[in-house]
């Protein structure tokens, strides 16, 4: 599967911004889909999931609230609607695709097969 995330941009604290990753290749109802985020200087962590099996969103404590992930199925899209945004969210962010992720490895990088290309979100103060 192939994916193409996008979306990101320059946007005030405060603001909100809605990322998109679509796949080709196969359809999202196969996996469980994640967003993550690298950050400057940072390892790259776990933003949100949407997990396959129960059809339950799960996020980062960092994020809880603020951000939701969903899914529209006719579209083969999954989303991370980013509201309330602060400078400590300036990242690149990824999509991730996963055919074998179990509940206790959602947040795990090395549980996703498949990987967009990233896009930059830069929050201003």
């Known amino acids: 599967v192939q994916l193409q995330a996008s979306g990101g941009g320059l946007v005030q604290a405060g603001g909100s911004l809605r990322l998109s990753c679509v796949a080709s290749?196969?359809?999202?109802?196969?996996?469980?889909m994640g967003w993550f985020r690298q950050g400057p200087g940072k390892e790259r962590e776990f933003v949100a999931a949407f997990f396959r099996n129960y059809g339950n969103s799960y996020y980062s404590d960092s994020v809880k609230g603020r951000f939701t992930i969903s899914r529209d199925n006719a579209k083969n899209t999954v989303y991370l609607q980013m509201n309330s945004l602060t400078p400590e969210d300036t990242a690149v962010y990824s999509c991730?695709?996963?055919?074998?992720?179990?509940?206790?490895?959602?947040?795990?990088?090395?549980?996703?097969?498949?990987w967009g290309q990233g896009t930059q979100v830069t929050v201003s103060s």
């Open positions: 991730a695709a996963s055919s074998r992720a179990i509940l206790s490895s959602l947040t795990s990088r090395s549980a996703y097969d498949y």
């Open positions: 290749g196969r359809t999202l109802r196969s996996f469980t």
